[in-house]
């Protein structure tokens, strides 16, 4: 004898097998499931580890030239967003000489104190200078790459490239001055950490 299923019925049996399969395999994809979290985990392993090793890696200088040359590239690109900054060519000047002259008296205060101006190694340093601008700020040197890069975007009197100089100052502050402050705080010990209650890391 025959026996024809109707379609009600393939529907129900149909349904039947996939709940069957998704109660035997649960969704491996599914947040909060012990799989996701793992691979979550890994994920925020690698971009770690990736971010770890930008550390101490780009020389200030050479980074503050990347922005600069970013900066340029992002105004002729859009040049609709460039406005008019009355004087900013004498604006831009004025700017850049006080960063420029943070750098030197900054790296000449290194120098009296017989410590290294090398900024990718940190470890190499003999002493904590506090003296002079470094009252003022923990990194003059930075600070005067920062206003460099503030009057190059005057002079460009364009929005986009004042948008890159918070960019400068988290890349910095990430990959830069934290390592340094890490390695100077084992180094030194108390007498850095009292230094940076002191003093602002920038201003």
Not at 9 to 18: I, N, V
Not at 70 to 84: D, G, I, N
Not at 181 to 192: I, K, N, S
């Amino acid at each position: 004898m025959w026996q024809i299923a109707t379609p009600q019925q393939g529907t129900l049996q149909s349904g039947s097998r996939w709940s069957s399969i998704l109660r035997q395999k649960p969704n491996a994809t599914r947040p909060g499931s012990p799989s996701c979290r793992r691979r979550l985990s890994a994920a925020s392993a690698t971009i770690t580890v990736a971010m770890n090793a930008l550390e101490l890696k780009v020389p200030p200088l050479a980074l503050a030239v990347v922005f600069a040359l970013a900066m340029w590239l992002a105004a002729t690109q859009f040049p609709a967003l460039a406005f008019e900054l009355p004087a900013h060519r004498v604006i831009a000047v004025l700017v850049a000489s006080l960063g420029a002259a943070l750098v030197l008296v900054a790296g000449l205060g290194f120098r009296r104190a017989g410590t290294t101006v090398n900024p990718t190694k940190p470890q190499a340093t003999t002493s904590v200078v506090d003296s002079g601008v470094y009252r003022l700020s923990r990194n003059p040197m930075y600070l005067g790459f920062l206003l460099g890069l503030a009057a190059w975007a005057a002079y460009l009197s364009h929005v986009l490239p004042f948008l890159f100089l918070p960019a400068f100052v988290g890349y910095m502050n990430r990959f830069q001055i934290a390592p340094e402050e890490r390695m100077l705080a084992a180094r030194f010990g108390d007498g850095y950490r009292q230094y940076r209650l002191r003093v602002r890391r920038w201003l």
